[in-house]
């Protein structure tokens, strides 16, 4: 009864599918970086916390994303896009001057939190980005930063 599944034609319409997707382009470019606005500048950051946040939380919560090789190809390109869009809709270290006291608080606060929960930097980060492993000395270092900024 069962009827032969032709292989050779599903890989095809999938290679097919595969090659058309690639037409929808997601737009990678980073918008202008006014360095006054961002967060580790007007807090005066030291310069271990300025480091470990480039590397592990400004990919996605800043105007300083760095798009890896892989992230050209759909769909993973729009997944990643998608991470980036969702991680500056609800952060924005690279425009921190144009948040509210009231705002500020509330990102600190949260960030100290998801930080200590290890929940950012989002665990398929953490995958390709061993880096994003945080110690937990590391961890205590932002959640100490966070916690210190005065509001
Ligand atoms: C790979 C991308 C990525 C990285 C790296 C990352 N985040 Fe996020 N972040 C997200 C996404 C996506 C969301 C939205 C999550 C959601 O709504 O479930 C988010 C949400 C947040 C929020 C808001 C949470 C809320 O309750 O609204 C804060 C604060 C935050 N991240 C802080 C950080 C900090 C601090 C770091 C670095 C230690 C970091 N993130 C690293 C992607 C990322």
């Given at each position: 009864m069962l009827k032969r599944i032709p292989w050779k034609k599903v890989w095809v319409v999938l290679l097919v599918i595969f090659v058309l997707i690639q037409?929808?382009?997601?737009?990678?470019t980073n918008p202008e970086l006014i360095i006054e606005n961002d967060f580790l500048e007007m807090t005066n950051a030291p310069s271990e916390v300025v480091e470990l946040m480039h590397e592990v939380c400004y990919d996605c919560h800043s105007h300083s994303v760095r798009y890896p090789w892989?992230?050209?190809i759909a769909p993973v390109s729009w997944w990643m896009k998608g991470h980036v869009d969702n991680g500056l809709g609800k952060s924005n270290f690279a425009e921190?001057?144009?948040?509210s006291s009231v705002e500020q608080d509330s990102i600190l606060t949260r960030s100290s939190r998801l930080v200590g929960l290890k929940w950012m930097p989002i665990i398929t980060y953490k995958i390709t980005h061993?880096?994003?492993?945080?110690?937990l000395e590391q961890r205590e270092m932002l959640i100490d930063y966070f916690d210190s900024i005065e509001r």
């Open positions: 037409f929808k382009t997601v737009d990678k892989y992230s050209k921190w001057s144009g948040y061993s880096e994003a492993r945080l110690s």
